[in-house]
RNA sequence: GCUCCCUUCGUCUAGCGGUUAGGACGCUGGCCUCUCACGCCGGUAACAGGGGUUCGAAUCCCCUAGGGAGCGCCA
């Protein structure tokens, strides 16, 4: 049977991170073995579930670049299968109905746990007929002795004694299903044979192995994964910053450097950090897939996005990047052409919105200097290798403004003034860029364009006179 | 409280009875250099604790400690 996997979430928030991983699991795991993906939503909550949860899992998906085979799936159109197999169930005395009220279940629940025992449903209500008409539960009738053995592909063998396990409701008083019956049922309906998913639902694997078992299916494979921990070690939440995948798009990153950082957490193949997607389905092994938790290190997130934008084609980052320029209000047509701002800036961003950040002087003058590069460059001293420069510069024609005329004009003047490179080219770079980081000097005066450096130019002079008209110096 | 799970540098990890305990991020020293970044070279830093088993234990067993998950008419 060729292997099958699904991604099941609820729709009840957006895609985290942690979501993401173990989708990414399922499917690297599908595509390994030439099987398929699955993707099945699971909205059976129709209090919690919505309809901006379901685009925000499927936009989050689609961004990742992890395409399913088969789905969207919704659990809600299934609800007649549902209502067959619990039928099914209570026919053949699988499945019981109870009536037993919440005050003797709260009751029985603070006797078990002042007796120190875990609390379970007793069951009460085994072997009573309970007319179909009244209020009723229907509850699966659970073996009461041995034990479930959970042969995990990550964890290895757990056991779980069926005494812990009790008669877990499969249809409410309102007649709907609930999580582990549903569950139980798609799984087998759609031929799942592997179920990835987070380690929380280990005890939930014993459950539906012994529901699956009652009805005659044959149980899937399991690889229950550990969890992922905010970087200080406790469970990642909203306080630790971004969880949602989308936010980690519209913070600018790559989507290839957030799968690369998620396959990282529990999993290494060698002394290997960087792995496409194609590497990442030829080489990851689930059966490999490390048992502990893992915290959240947002450093090797940057590392791994800055890694990719340098080593992405630009055309395709300049196509990112263009609408993080336009969040600082910047139309990139009004400016050099962004695919040459991407190629002298690549390695000097973590993010796309850093990236932009640090471009928007291509398009636009800046506001104020950086204080602590005007202090240590913009200074009278400056003003006369600011002035050669300009008027140097003014006599280029347009053809000219290139990095290597530019730098021939710089060096020029440097040795004229009998000054070292970096007395003439730091001032200037503070002068067009507004602080003391930039491209080659050449390339940034080639992004900036003639005219925006006459300017910038001339007012830095001004600037310079400003500060220091007054001051004796 | 009960059940189950986890434990190597700050973080992600390699290791699967004999290693100077390796790599990566971070931090840091240097090189490169017109700045920043990239790149390159070097450094810092770990087997949770205690008992066993063994000639030998990060590796196997037990206990303790710490952490996590589950115990819903949520999924």
Redesign the pocket.
Known sequence: MSVRTRFA??PTGYLHVGGARTALFSYLFARKHGGQFILRI????LE?STAESVNAILEGMAWLGLEYDEGPFF?THHFDRYQAVIDELLDKGLAYRCN?S?ER?DRL?DRQ?AA??????DGHCRGQKIDADEPH?VRFSNPIDGYVVVDDMI??R????NN?L?D??IR???G?P???L?VVVDDADMCITDVIRG??????AARQINILKAWGKEPPRYAHV??I?G?D???LSKRHGAVSVIAYRDQGYLPEALLNYLV?????H??A?IFSLDEMIQLFDIN?V??????F?Y??L??LN??YI?HADPLRIARLLSPHLGQLEIDPTTGPDLVDVVTAQA??AKTLKELASISAFCYRDFDYYDADAAKQHLRPVAREPLIRLRTAFELMALDDWQPESL?HVITRIADELGL???KV??PL?VAIVGR???????ITLQLVGKDATLRRIDNALNWIATQHDNVNE
Request: charged share 30%.
């Open positions: 979430p609820s699971e909205d059976t909550d919690r659990q037993c919440k279940l629940r746990m120190k025992v875990k609390p379970r449903y539960v964890r290895g757990v056991a779980f004694n812990e009790d877990l409701i409410r008083t309102d709907s609930t999580y582990n549903t380690d929380d639902h280990l005890g939930n550990p969890m921990l970087n070690g406790t469970r990282r957490l529990g999993w290494s060698g002394d950090e490999t490390n048992k502990s938790p893992a915290a290190n450093d090797k940057d590392w800055q890694h340098q390695a000097r730098h070292k490179m970096g080219a730091q770079r003391a980081a930039s491209p080659g000097i050449d």
